[in-house]
């Protein structure tokens, strides 16, 4: 309005005199341009309230600026109002807390800082705890297995320790069986043979060849073929020592009877000097034997002093029960048994003896025997069957264990004589005998029976029975059997 006002006021002043009217019209053409003009503006700024526009500079020359005389103000101090203050000491309290809350959030916010990085170690520490337990686990699982391997090795050498103290207690036994079974020492050949030689033919010879030198005449051969003839030697047995003497008398060899005598001796040494085997081994393991002989020969005693005798060396021996035709058979092998320590494989009674002895291999095979004894019936109801029985035996022996049996042991009873030597043809031909044990030396003088018995049938003696005990069943020796008789 001020602008207005004084823009306005040259138009209200009054035309110079003295001017012509151009220059009025042009006065006038100007001052209204001039007035449009400031409309123009004026209703520009008013079409746009509160825009700010910025005063137009004006001339210097025309504000006009009041000088004031100012005082300064006094100087008002009002004691705070109630309200004042109180609205003051609920700011200042409101402030407190909210600084207190700030700092509790911040304790907060800490604590769940804190309690995140505790948990992070916690899941940690867990997961290195379940890791610790697994290796714990795995320690504990390999500790567990030396513990349980180093059981395993003590235990095995306990068992090793023990079974060489069995095996050790074993060896002192059998060493004690031996030393009983050697201190037992049984009859000698030679007194086996002492009735032989003091009333058979060997009495006989020895008269014939006592009484100092003698001529060897056909009167005196005539005499030895009576006593040789008579001597359980065989036929056969005494022609050939007979003509051999009467040879060795016609080319003069034989200028006494002692000589005779002599001669007579190495041809009997010479005759039962057959190689045997008394080894009780050899074939298998095991080494399987079969015996057989008629009844009451000595066969269940026979094999019970060969059982002794092998278990006394160290032998494991198994013994098959093959009598099955003898109710008694079994029983008294199971005594012999258990006198020497061998398994005894029995049937039942009038069971197939074949199929026991095949049991008995098994079973030695299956044990580790070394020895294996087969005991066989005597007597059947005729001969022929007997021998058909036997051969079966034989035959099925082979099934059970290829190549057994390794000896089939002919046990024949020396107080038969001369039928001892037919007894064992018969069974040589049946079965193939491969040894002989004679029992009964002891009770007989017809011991002279081993040598027809040799010189027949080329068959060995392996064993000589001259009595009951253990000890009594002897190896058979030659030369022993020749200085019993001749000597
Ligand atoms: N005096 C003596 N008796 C024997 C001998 N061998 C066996 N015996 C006896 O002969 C009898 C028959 O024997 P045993 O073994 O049963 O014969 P097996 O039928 O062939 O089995 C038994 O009383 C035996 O004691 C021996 O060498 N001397
Ligand atoms: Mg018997």
Redesign the pocket.
């Known amino acids: 309005m001020i602008l207005a006002d004084v823009v306005i006021a040259p138009e209200q002043m009054p035309p110079a005199p003295g001017s012509s009217p151009v220059g009025t019209i042009i006065a006038v053409v100007l001052g209204v341009g001039l007035v449009v003009l400031l409309l123009l503006v004026a209703r520009k700024m008013l079409s746009k309230p509160g825009a700010a526009v910025p005063p137009p500079a004006l001339p210097k020359q025309t504000v006009v600026e009041p000088v004031l005389e100012t005082k300064p103000p006094p100087k008002v101090e009002l004691p705070p109002s109630e309200a004042e203050a109180k609205a003051k000491a609920e700011a200042e309290a409101r402030r407190a807390e909210a600084e207190r809350l700030k700092a509790e959030r911040a304790a907060l916010e800490k604590d769940s800082a804190e309690a995140q990085a505790l948990k992070e170690k916690e899941e940690a520490l867990k997961k290195d705890a379940y890791r610790a337990q697994k290796q714990a686990e795995a320690e504990e699982k390999e500790r567990k297995k030396r513990e349980r391997e180093e059981a395993e090795r003590l235990a095995l050498e306990e068992k090793k320790r023990a079974e060489e103290a069995a095996l050790e207690a074993k060896r002192q036994a059998e060493a004690a069986e031996r030393a009983k079974v050697e201190a037992q020492a049984g009859a000698t050949l030679a007194a086996g043979l002492a009735k032989t030689k003091s009333e058979g033919f060997m009495a006989k010879l020895n008269g014939l060849f006592g009484g100092g030198p003698k001529v060897i005449d056909e009167k005196v051969l005539g005499e030895l073929e009576e006593v040789l003839f008579t001597a359980d030697i065989g036929v056969r047995t005494a022609s050939r020592l007979v003509e051999l003497a009467r040879e060795k008398a016609k080319s003069k060899e034989l200028d006494s009877a002692e000589k005779l005598k002599g001669v007579i001796r190495r041809e009997v040494e010479q005759i039962v000097s057959l190689k045997a085997n008394t080894a009780l081994g050899g074939g298998g393991p095991p080494h399987v034997i079969m015996v057989v002989?008629?009844?009451?020969?000595?066969?269940?005693?026979?094999i019970g002093k060969l059982a002794s005798k092998a278990k006394a060396e160290g032998k494991k021996v198994v013994v098959g029960a093959g009598?099955t035709f003898r109710a008694a058979?079994a029983e008294?092998l199971d005594v012999w048994a258990e006198r020497s320590g061998a398994e005894l494989v029995k049937g039942k009674d009038e069971a197939d003896p074949a199929s026991v002895v095949f049991d008995a291999i098994k079973r030695g095979i299956e044990v580790g025997a070394d020895l294996v004894l087969a005991?066989t019936a005597?007597r059947l109801h005729t001969k022929a069957n007997l021998m058909e029985e036997l051969k079966k035996v034989k035959r099925v022996a082979e099934k059970a264990l290829p190549g057994a049996p390794h000896e089939v042991l002919l046990?024949l009873d020396s107080t038969m004589g001369q039928n001892a030597i037919a007894q064992a043809k018969e069974f040589r031909d049946a079965v193939g005998v491969t040894s002989i044990a004679l029992?009964?030396?002891?009770?007989t003088a017809k011991g002279g029976v081993i040598i027809g018995i040799c010189d027949e049938l080329k068959v060995p003696v392996a064993w000589a029975?001259?009595?009951?005990k253990v000890a009594?069943?002897r190896k058979f020796d030659a030369k022993e059997f020749v200085e019993a008789l001749f000597e």
């Open positions: 002989g008629v009844n009451g020969a000595g066969k269940t005693t026979t009598d058979a008294q005991d005597g046990v029992t009964k030396l002891d009770g029975g001259v009595g009951e009594d069943l």
